[in-house]
């Protein structure tokens, strides 16, 4: 029912020129599993490329940190994603990450 109500407010509002920041309300979907919902707004409206900025530019100037996160340039804050894939050809491949950068230090799970 929610994805079905989330997905009519993409249809209507990307061809409207609406700005989309990506976030979350808790308890909506599972801890750790709010990168799914890029294939939601691909599937509704958005392209891969403004589902990612969606997440990073435009959440950014959202919250007013632009001048600190978002994207990459000198100055800013190192955090950073390593996939398998191209997320601008398939969007799901940012659901399964090969390492994180934060701050310019690099996690990687070792299960």
Known sequence: ??????????????????????????????HGRNADEFALMVANGMTPMSAIQAATVNAADLLGLSSEVGSIEPGKRADIIAVDGDPLTDVTVLTSMDFVMRDGRVYRDEE
Do not use: C, H, M, N
């Open 1 to 30: 029912w929610r994805i079905e109500i989330t997905g009519q407010s993409l249809r209507r509002a990307v061809p409207a020129g609406v700005r989309i920041a990506f976030g979350t309300d808790a308890g909506v979907s599972k």
